[in-house]
């Protein structure tokens, strides 16, 4: 079956059920967060692992935007004269470019999956 994205085999179809089982559990951690959010009767079970998807998905977000700031700390402190070290400058500007193309990658292979898992059949 490679017309699912060049998975073949059976183990390709498990892989696929196996993950959209995750995200199934993950879409219904968020939605009992969102309802805790809204009111008090959210559980404490429902927030413990909610809780560490989302703040490792805030976390990792926190990461890519400091890396960002500090690219551009250094590129403004370069043309200001302050920093003479080009090659930090321009270290920090590819790595805040890596971390940037990382997380578009990871965006887009989440939205991927769900729009696949939206066209399956229950």
């Given at each position: ?15 696929i059920?196996?993950m ?5 559990d993950?879409?219904s ?13 959210g ?28 690219a551009?700390?250094?590129?403004a ?8 070290d080009?090659?930090k400058v321009?270290?920090?500007?590819q ?28």
């Amino acid at each position: 079956m490679s017309g699912l994205g060049g998975i073949g085999g059976g183990g390709g179809i498990q892989q696929i059920l196996a993950m959209r089982q995750q995200i199934l559990d993950r879409s219904s951690l968020l939605k009992d967060v969102h309802s805790a959010a809204q009111g008090p009767q959210g559980t404490e079970a429902a927030n413990g692992p909610a809780d560490g998807f989302t703040g490792a998905l805030r976390s990792a977000l926190d990461g890519v935007s400091a890396t960002q700031r500090n690219a551009e700390d250094l590129s403004a402190a370069f043309e200001r004269g302050e920093v003479t070290d080009v090659a930090k400058v321009m270290l920090a500007r590819q790595e805040a470019g890596v971390a940037f193309e990382a997380t578009l990658q990871v965006r887009n292979r989440l939205l991927s999956a769900y729009q696949d898992i939206m066209r399956m059949g229950v």
